[in-house]
């Protein structure tokens, strides 16, 4: 069983910066890809980021694209999600989230992912 346990969320400026990171209790193996997703108030849990398990590939949605950065440190069992020039519209609580199998290939759909964190809210907010 692989937990998940995400930090580094709060209350920021807009075009501020946070750095969530995602810790997990076990090892993530640098074959077991990573997602960051984000749910805001009455809306849909969306996929935001993830990253393969070696860390060469990423995907992100449109909306964070050249302002959100995805790395991991396998030797660390953690990954993080740098995001800059945030704005309201990034307000959400924010999860990291992992597939039970190994080898699979990165995507932002939750159904892809087994694991997930309690979350770390973000707020953008003047």
């Known amino acids: 069983q692989l937990q998940l346990v995400e930090s580094g969320g709060g209350l920021v400026q807009p075009g501020g910066s946070l750095r969530l990171s995602c810790a997990a209790s076990g090892f993530i193996s640098d074959s077991r890809y990573i997602g960051w997703f984000r749910q805001a108030p009455g809306k849909e849990r969306e996929g935001v980021s993830c990253i393969s398990g070696g860390g060469i590939s990423t995907m992100y949605v449109d909306s964070v694209k050249s302002r959100f950065t995805i790395s991991r440190d396998n030797a660390k069992n953690t990954v993080y999600l740098q995001m800059d020039s945030l704005n309201p519209e990034d307000t959400a609580v924010y999860y990291c989230?992992?597939?039970?199998?190994?080898?699979?290939?990165?995507?932002?759909?939750?159904?892809?992912?087994?694991?997930w964190g309690q979350g770390t809210q973000v707020t953008v907010s003047s």
């Open positions: 989230a992992a597939p039970r199998e190994l080898f699979g290939v990165c995507g932002l759909q939750t159904y892809n992912y087994d694991y």
